[in-house]
């Protein structure tokens, strides 16, 4: 058992990148944003601070792809909701803007990779969502794809397994804890 070096913190984005977990981001124990970004190395049990984003956020969306980190969306908690978009390049210990989420400025989505692309469903900023877009690393561009089936949802929950994404849970349009679960290939 080991403990996070950094604040405790809420509504952070956690990704893996090779041997290495990250966390970071979120709102510490008084309500402050972060932007700092932890290293876990499992074998030795031990939390490095690597280069924080630019900007504090929590609820923020995260994928990994191709050993870089993706970082975007999010709010401050005062009613601004960001659409930027980041990558953590672990082997420079460095954060590159890149290409602005396509859909709405929004918190709470959900991220997930599949090969070479990475994708940010559902969320909300007032308005609930289910609009799914695909990132290419490779072109640093975004791409409308299909929409998520079933209802707009905030909070969900995601996964990857050979190849297809699952989502699931999350709370729905109407307010109520979802249970549905969708597939995406």
Same mark, same amino acid.
């Given at each position: 058992?080991?403990?996070?070096?950094?604040?405790?913190?809420?509504?952070?984005?956690?990704?893996?990148? !090779? #041997?290495?977990?990250?966390?970071?981001?979120? $709102?510490?124990? @008084? @309500?402050? $944003? $972060?932007? #700092?970004?932890?290293?876990?190395?499992?074998?030795?049990?031990?939390?490095?601070?690597?280069?924080?984003?630019?900007?504090?956020?929590?609820?923020?969306?995260?994928?990994?792809?191709?050993?870089?980190? %993706?970082?975007?969306?999010?709010?401050? !908690?005062?009613?601004? %909701?960001?659409?930027?978009?980041?990558?953590?390049?672990?082997?420079? @210990?460095?954060?590159?803007?890149?290409?602005?989420?396509?859909?709405?400025?929004?918190?709470? =989505?959900?991220?997930?990779?599949?090969?070479?692309?990475?994708?940010?469903?559902?969320?909300?900023?007032?308005?609930? %969502?289910?609009? *799914?877009?695909? %990132?290419?690393?490779?072109?640093?561009?975004? =791409?409308?794809?299909?929409?998520?089936?079933? #209802?707009?949802?905030? !909070?969900? *929950?995601?996964?990857?397994?050979?190849?297809?994404?699952?989502?699931?849970?999350?709370?729905?349009?109407?307010?109520?804890?979802?249970?549905?679960?969708?597939?995406?290939?």
């Amino acid at each position: 058992r080991s403990t996070l070096d950094g604040v405790a913190r809420s509504f952070a984005v956690s990704f893996t990148i !090779g #041997d290495y977990g990250y966390i970071g981001t979120g $709102l510490d124990g @008084n @309500n402050k $944003l $972060l932007s #700092d970004l932890w290293r876990y190395d499992p074998n030795t049990n031990s939390w490095t601070q690597v280069a924080s984003i630019s900007t504090g956020r929590h609820s923020a969306v995260e994928f990994a792809i191709s050993g870089k980190g %993706y970082v975007g969306t999010g709010t401050d !908690g005062n009613g601004n %909701y960001f659409k930027d978009f980041y990558e953590f390049d672990p082997s420079a @210990n460095t954060w590159t803007r890149k290409a602005d989420f396509a859909g709405a400025a929004r918190s709470r =989505a959900v991220g997930f990779a599949i090969g070479s692309k990475g994708y940010i469903t559902c969320g909300w900023d007032g308005t609930y %969502y289910k609009d *799914m877009y695909a %990132y290419n690393p490779a072109t640093d561009s975004w =791409a409308s794809d299909i929409s998520l089936g079933g #209802d707009k949802r905030v !909070g969900a *929950m995601s996964f990857v397994y050979n190849e297809e994404a699952y989502v699931v849970g999350g709370t729905n349009s109407s307010g109520q804890a979802a249970t549905d679960f969708w597939k995406f290939s």
